[in-house]
């Protein structure tokens, strides 16, 4: 038997499937999220960690052996390295990430309008800049993690520390902060160092695999839920479009299946703002 745990901005969903994947459970818990003030929306990190355990343990007591985890993107947290939260999650529909664009030398900014690749990282609502944000704003936290007592990344990386212990990230959930180039897995330290952001990173992992476990409940799948959408509804030969509809809209394109699947995604958000990314979704 098999299990899902798909972690979304708003909820948290389980799924039970036997072994011809018929579905035998589901449920979902709704998280929600703080509005602290204009622009500031956060989850509760340590909630998150609890629910998701918790499912993990309603999964194993129904029969399910392999578990398989989603989660929403470009949203980050940080934690010390016995697991506790130090931060909230810092969500992709937080705006304090325009705090950090704000404040930041005239040069870069000119100099990222200029770079199609750089633009893309040096916006409000991206990874990168909501780190940026923690290490600007948390006493000590940078001074912890360049002595190997705390993390700071994705919330994929978060959940899956607190489930087995390992400090790894699936490539679909780096590869969009823009410190880890998506073809090559290899840090971007011409970011990390315009940015300040200390070169503290997970180990970057295949979407499937052998992720460690929680209780006796092997974890097998770690995936960006956009990226797990696409490969259920097929996308997965060149010219497939899909889209998906939940808090923001989302439509990917599949461009190219070669030794790693890539795909175009343009995205409606709550804020009306529309881009497009080419993000690595899984090795083919």
């Not at 980050?76 to 697991?83: E, F, L, S």
Request: proline share 3%.
């Amino acid at each position: 038997m098999y299990s899902v745990i798909d972690v979304g901005t708003t909820g948290v969903k389980l799924a039970v499937f036997d072994a011809s994947l018929n579905k035998i459970h589901f449920e979902k818990t709704s998280i929600g999220y703080k509005t602290l003030q204009t622009g500031r929306i956060e989850q509760d990190s340590q909630l998150m960690a609890e629910v998701v355990k918790g499912y993990a343990r309603k999964a194993k007591s129904l029969g399910a052996r392999e578990l398989a985890l989603t989660t929403y993107r470009a949203s980050v947290v940080a934690w010390n390295r016995n697991g506790s939260p130090i931060s909230n999650i810092l969500t992709w529909i937080d705006g304090r990430g325009k705090e950090v664009i704000d404040r930041l030398p005239s040069w870069l900014k000119a100099f990222s309008a200029l770079s199609s690749s750089l633009s893309r990282i040096i916006r409000p609502d991206t990874p990168a800049i909501l780190m940026r944000w923690l290490y600007d704003n948390v006493e000590g936290l940078r001074e912890k993690v360049l002595a190997g007592e705390a993390y700071v990344w994705t919330l994929d990386s978060f959940l899956l520390y607190s489930l087995t212990g390992r400090y790894v990230s699936d490539v679909t959930n780096s590869t969009l902060t823009g410190l880890v180039h998506p073809k090559n897995l290899e840090a971007v330290d011409i970011v990390s160092s315009i940015l300040g952001l200390p070169k503290s990173y997970p180990e970057i992992v295949d979407s499937i695999g052998d992720f460690g476990a929680f209780e006796g409940l092997e974890i097998k799948v770690s995936i960006a839920d956009q990226q797990s959408a696409s490969v259920f509804h097929g996308l997965l030969e060149p010219g497939r479009v899909g889209s998906v509809h939940g808090t923001g809209s989302f439509v990917e394109h599949c461009r190219a299946v070669c030794k790693w699947l890539y795909y175009a995604e343009a995205r409606i958000s709550s804020s009306d703002n529309c881009r497009d990314r080419g993000q690595k979704v899984l090795r083919c």
